[in-house]
């Protein structure tokens, strides 16, 4: 429903919305978050998530380094969904620093 606000915090956690104004995080690895609801925010922090979103939406992602023997954030970025640089229904994990479309 609307407004829904929703957490995870296993891996490989699957989690969707279809109300508006949504707030899901997750902080398992390997998440997968997504929203069709409008003016969500959808936030993975784990290692190799993904995530998408509808056009106005916002998605926030982090990425993952092996160092010292343990995962480590090297990276957390957000971007909001403008169906241009950013496109709607398209899954998007970080890669670089960057937000790259998931084939």
């Given at each position: 429903?609307?407004?829904?606000?929703?957490?995870?915090?296993?891996?490989?956690?699957?989690?969707?919305?279809?109300?508006?104004?949504?707030?899901?995080?997750?902080?398992?690895?390997?998440?997968?978050?997504?929203?069709?609801?409008?003016?969500?925010?959808?936030?993975?922090?784990?290692?190799?998530?993904?995530?998408?979103?509808?056009?106005?939406?916002?998605?926030?992602?982090?990425?993952?380094?092996?160092?010292?023997?343990?995962?480590?954030?090297?990276?957390?970025?957000?971007?909001?969904?403008?169906?241009?640089?950013?496109?709607?229904?398209?899954?998007?994990?970080?890669?670089?620093?960057?937000f790259v479309e998931v084939q």
């Amino acid at each position: 429903g609307n407004f829904a606000k929703m957490a995870s915090s296993g891996d490989s956690a699957r989690m969707a919305s279809s109300g508006n104004f949504a707030k899901m995080a997750s902080s398992g690895d390997s998440a997968r978050m997504a929203s069709s609801g409008e003016n969500a925010v959808v936030m993975c922090a784990g290692y190799d998530s993904e995530a998408k979103a509808k056009k106005g939406s916002w998605i926030t992602l982090s990425e993952w380094e092996w160092v010292n023997d343990k995962y480590t954030p090297v990276c957390v970025k957000t971007e909001r969904v403008d169906g241009e640089r950013i496109k709607e229904d398209t899954w998007y994990k970080l890669c670089g620093g960057e937000f790259v479309e998931v084939q």
